[in-house]
T-cell receptor, first 114, second 117 residues
Framework: AQSVTQLGSHVSVSEGALVLLRCNYSSSVPPYLFWYVQYPNQGLQLLLKYTTGATLVKGINGFEAEFKKSETSFHLTKPSAHMSDAAEYFCAVIRSSNTGKLIFGQGTTLQVKP | ETGVTQSPTHLIKTRGQQVTLRCSSQSGHNTVSWYQQALGQGPQFIFQYYREEENGRGNFPPRFSGLQFPNYSSELNVNALELDDSALYLC????????????????FGPGTRLLVL
């Protein structure tokens, strides 16, 4: 069975500091991996995704993530946090079958301090 | 390009009642997925519809049912509401190929917040 683990339900950084949100997955087949962001009282917005090809994926708002198969990880980073980055972040996986069932982690709340 | 829309935005029901939530897909999309997000949790997959047929279902009882219409809009129906059904219900649309397309990005609507009293 597939699962997604996000290490740290709450991460706090100072404005301008590095953002690192951790995601590990378990999957018996090559997965497709996604990061979504959710602002208060809103739906989910796609930040970036990995399907095939280059393992370093760049997304919107300066975020990027690296797929590391050997570590079964897909950590999200941003070099310099901005106050507007404060939100809930979800890592998700889809197994490479024909059912687009996204399996989400529990989420990580990012707090950005001035 | 019109994004995914959902209605209503908020809803209050009592135990035992029935509810219908609606979703309009993003223009050009043919696949709709529904998710339940309880407070403080990640979304949980309910089911997906592709070309008006159910194309996968999560671990939800039969009282959760759905429809997809020829214009690819969709409804989620929940019968015999329980307190634990209180959650944010998210609809996501995507464009799948002939065999389905799990790699296709799912675009989410703003959700319907359901409160069951």
């Amino acid at each position: 069975a597939q699962s997604v683990t996000q290490l740290g339900s709450h991460v706090s950084v100072s404005e301008g500091a590095l953002v690192l949100l951790r995601c590990n997955y378990s999957s018996s087949v090559p997965p497709y991996l996604f990061w979504y962001v959710q602002y208060p009282n809103q739906g989910l917005q796609l930040l970036l995704k990995y399907t095939t090809g280059a393992t370093l994926v760049k997304g919107i708002n300066g975020f990027e993530a690296e797929f590391k198969k050997s570590e079964t990880s897909f950590h999200l980073t941003k070099p310099s946090a901005h106050m507007s980055d404060a939100a809930e972040y979800f890592c998700a996986v889809i197994r490479s079958s024909n059912t687009g069932k996204l399996i989400f982690g529990q989420g990580t709340t990012l707090q950005v301090k001035p | 390009e019109t994004g995914v829309t959902q209605s209503p935005t908020h809803l209050i029901k009592t135990r035992g009642q029935q509810v219908t939530l609606r979703c309009s897909s993003q223009s050009g999309h043919n696949t709709v997925s529904w998710y339940q997000q309880a407070l403080g949790q990640g979304p949980q997959f309910i089911f997906q519809y592709y070309r008006e047929e159910e194309n996968g279902r999560g671990n939800f009882p039969p009282r959760f049912s759905g429809l997809q219409f020829p214009n690819y809009s969709s409804e989620l129906n929940v019968n015999a509401l329980e307190l634990d059904d209180s959650a944010l219900y998210l609809c996501a649309s995507s464009l799948a190929g002939l065999a389905g397309g799990p790699r296709e990005t799912q675009y989410f609507g703003p959700g319907t917040r359901l409160l069951v009293l």
